[in-house]
C-alpha cells in the first residue's frame, strides 16, 4: 500500500505521526525512569490523548479544518485541538470535581472512582455537543441571527458579545447538570447512600 502524502488528509496523517512519535518517546522515557508495567504507562498515555486531545480533533476537524495559523498546517491543528480540548474539559473537570462530586459527601473510595469517570464523560458529552451543533446548524444559525439581530436593537453595539458570554455560560451550566445528573445516576444504580 503506497501512502498519498499529497492527499487532503496530510495534515492529519503527520500531526497523528508526530502524535504517535512523541508518545512512543514518553513511553521510552518512562520504561526507563519509573517501574510501572509498559502496559499501564499505554493505557495511561492513551488516556491522555483521549482526555487532553480528542474532543479538540473533533471540534477542528468539523469547524476549523481549514484554518491556518502558521505554514505548519499540522501544528496548527496540533495546536488548537489541544487548546480546545483543555478549555472546555478541564473547566468542567474542575466545576463537577469541586460542586458536584465534593458536595455529595461521598465516601472517599466512591468519590475517587467517580472523580476517574468524569473526564471521559465529560470527554463525550463535549464531542455529542460539537456533533450535534454541526449536525442542527442550520436550525441554530437561523436562531442566532434572530437572537443577534434582537440583543443588537435592545442592548446595542455590544448586545451579540453579552449574547455569546451568555451563551457560552449556560453551555456550561447545561453540561455540569448534564455530568452532575450522569454521576447522581451511576450513584444511585450503585446503591450508594450518602451519610
Known sequence: MKLNLESKYKTDLLMWAGILVVSVVFLGIFMVFTTTSPLELIKKILS???????????????????????????????????????????????????FAIHSLELDQEIRIGLENWVPLIIVLLVIAVAVGLKFFHGRLAALWQRLSAWSSQKLGESGPMILLILTTFLTLAVLFGLVRLILFVVIKASGFQPY
Open 48 to 98: 491522555a490523548i483521549l482526555i487532553m486531545f480528542l474532543p479538540g480533533y473533533v471540534i477542528v476537524k468539523l469547524y476549523l479544518d481549514d484554518f491556518k495559523l502558521t505554514e505548519n498546517a499540522a501544528l496548527d491543528k496540533f495546536i488548537l485541538s489541544f487548546a480546545l480540548s483543555i478549555i472546555p474539559v478541564q473547566s468542567l473537570a474542575f466545576l463537577v470535581n469541586y
